[in-house]
T-cell receptor
Framework: DTGVSQDPRHKITKRGQNVTFRCDPI?????LYWYRQTLGQGPEFLTY????????KSRLLSDRFSAERPKGSFSTLEIQRTEQGDSAMYLC??????????FGPGTRLTVL | KNEVEQSPQNLTAQEGEFITINCSYS?????LHWLQQHPGGGIVSLFM???GKKKHGRLIATINIQEKHSSLHITASHPRDSAVYIC?????????????FGQGTRLTINP
């Protein structure tokens, strides 16, 4: 499978715990995006990487959120001290210079 | 007011009907995307367009840049078309890469 993959697909955690999600983009894509989607809403932009550089961050990305893409390939999104409001689907997408974004299956986070 | 508005929010139709989903946006854009999301979350890109019209199978997408409006049409609809359809735009702001999404249209096609 050469599409975008995300791991884990589901995560249930208790409030206050830290969680980390991984995204593996399509191998030749140099751009990687993280989005968050709450129930019944469209996705919202969180952050964007071009290669290993994080070029844009949303105001939604509080200081409890951090994203990395250390070698310009896979990316991780960490949420520290999770809150119930963090419960959502976290989507990763990748693209090349042609701009069309290809989405992964998402990681559904439930904070109890 | 959201930058991207879709209508209707929910649409139920019978198999075979012609379906239209509308998207209006308020910002200058470089491209507009139509996406399909099935239960379970996976998003599939259907179209990316910046002018005119594109067709793929039973799906047709049109865009009117002057009116800041796009439509997604499904001909001969089928129950497997049941999904959430999302419109997303890329801003004209220099260097902008992020997509801004509408809230989605939930389509249900009954047999």
């Amino acid at each position: 499978d050469t599409g975008v993959s995300q791991d884990p697909r589901h995560k249930i955690t208790k409030r206050g715990q830290n969680v980390t999600f991984r995204c593996d983009p399509i191998s030749e894509h140099n751009r990687l995006y993280w989005y968050r989607q709450t129930l019944g809403q469209g996705p919202e932009f969180l952050t964007y990487f071009q290669n290993e550089a994080q070029l844009e961050k949303s105001r939604l990305l509080s200081d409890r959120f951090s994203a990395e893409r250390p070698k310009g390939s896979f990316s991780t999104l960490e949420i520290q001290r999770t809150e119930q409001g963090d419960s959502a689907m976290y989507l990763c997408a990748s693209s090349s210079l042609i701009y069309e974004q290809f989405f992964g299956p998402g990681t559904r986070l439930t904070v109890l | 007011k959201n930058e991207v508005e879709q209508s209707p929010q929910n649409l139920t139709a019978q198999e075979g009907e012609f379906i239209t989903i509308n998207c209006s946006y308020s910002v200058g854009i470089s491209a507009l995307h139509w996406l399909q999301q099935h239960p379970g979350g996976g998003i599939v890109s259907l179209f990316m367009l910046s002018s005119g019209k594109k067709k793929h199978g039973r799906l047709i997408a049109t865009i009117n840049i002057q009116e800041k409006h796009s439509s997604l049409h499904i001909t001969a609809s089928h129950p497997r078309d049941s999904a959430v359809y999302i419109c997303a735009v890329r801003s004209l702001i220099q260097g902008a890469q992020k997509l801004v999404f509408g809230q989605g249209t939930r389509l249900t096609i009954n047999p």
